[in-house]
């Protein structure tokens, strides 16, 4: 059982990336706690990747925002139009 | 081309640009983040579209066909490896055996930030140093990255269309996250 609990800092990192999007189990969360008890470092690696999720939420939000307005320009449309106007002759 | 039943799709190439360049463009780009790629990848998917036409049932509307040729396109592109970009190794953060098996490497521990870090979050050039960062990873980091962390895709969705199983998602997205916060700390939030 203990041995189960037991973790290395490779498999709470591992652990930490996952729940930044939720999608640790209640299992794992506590084999991750556990671990903070005896390492610090893994404890700033989590306090860092939470101020990192939310430089990445912003940049998601950011990012999607301008991508409706992604395409590709007239004139990149008309070089494209012509090189396959070519392959179907 | 295809058999006139009501429910059979048709292609209709002399329209495909004005229908789908930008659908198309905008797919990759999301994946890829490169202009340029994306633009070719768009213009490989309409060249091969046209040459396997023939091969068009008409079970899937023009635009499912198109992409399904896309989604070939982006895989093949990220298991390129000969090009610029994506040609970085991964390093490694912990040792992968002996004693110390699963602990950190001492020269990858994380340093401490300066303590303004939250209030750059919405800085545009800390943003734009993402990208920069995440260029710098091999491909099929970079598009897995993207998907899950920037595009905000499901897990499952991502583990179809690249074909990769969940755990091998979470193996990426973990060494990826690592060496982004590696370059961000050294580009960045240093001491």
């Known amino acids: 059982m203990f041995k189960k609990l037991n973790i290395t800092c490779n498999q709470a990192t591992t652990i930490c990336d996952k729940s930044q999007y939720g999608e640790a189990s209640f299992f794992d969360?506590?084999?991750?706690q556990i671990h903070f008890i005896g390492c610090k470092i893994c404890v700033m690696y989590t306090k860092q990747n939470v101020l990192l999720t939310k430089l990445y939420k912003s940049k998601a939000t950011n990012t999607k925002r301008k991508q409706d307005s992604l395409c590709m320009?007239?004139?990149?449309k008309e070089v494209l139009r012509k090189e396959l106007e070519?392959?179907?002759v | 081309m295809s058999s006139p039943s009501p429910?059979?799709?048709?292609?209709?190439?002399?329209?495909w640009i004005d229908n789908y360049?930008?659908?198309?463009?905008r797919y990759t780009t999301?994946?890829?983040?490169?202009?340029?790629?994306?633009?070719?990848?768009v213009q490989e998917t309409f060249f091969s579209g046209l040459k396997s036409a023939k091969n068009f049932e008409g079970k899937a509307t023009e635009r499912t066909w198109l992409i399904s040729i896309l989604k070939r396109k982006i895989i093949d592109h990220y298991r390129k490896k000969n090009s610029k970009k994506g040609q970085a190794e991964v390093r490694m953060n912990f040792y992968n055996d002996g004693e110390n098996e699963g602990d950190w490497i001492e020269e990858r521990v994380p340093q401490s930030w300066d303590s303004e870090v939250e209030k750059k979050i919405?800085?545009?050039?800390?943003?734009?140093?993402?990208?920069?960062?995440v260029d710098k990873l091999p491909k099929k980091y970079a598009m897995v990255f993207r998907m899950k962390t920037i595009q905000e895709v499901d897990t499952e969705v991502i583990c179809k269309e690249l074909g990769i199983s969940s755990s091998n998602l979470w193996v990426i997205i973990h060494?990826?996250?690592m060496q982004l916060r590696k370059c961000l700390e050294d580009n960045w939030f240093n001491n």
């Open chain 2, 21 to 25: 360049s930008d659908y198309l463009f």
């Open chain 1, 73 to 76: 320009t007239h004139q990149e």
């Open chain 1, 86 to 88: 070519k392959q179907n």
């Open chain 2, 122 to 133: 919405e800085n545009k050039e800390l943003q734009h140093q993402i990208d920069l960062c």
């Open chain 2, 7 to 15: 429910i059979t799709h048709t292609l209709d190439p002399a329209k």
């Open chain 2, 30 to 41: 999301v994946r890829i983040n490169d202009h340029e790629i994306s633009k070719d990848l």
């Open chain 2, 175 to 177: 060494r990826a996250r």
């Open chain 1, 29 to 32: 969360k506590i084999k991750l």
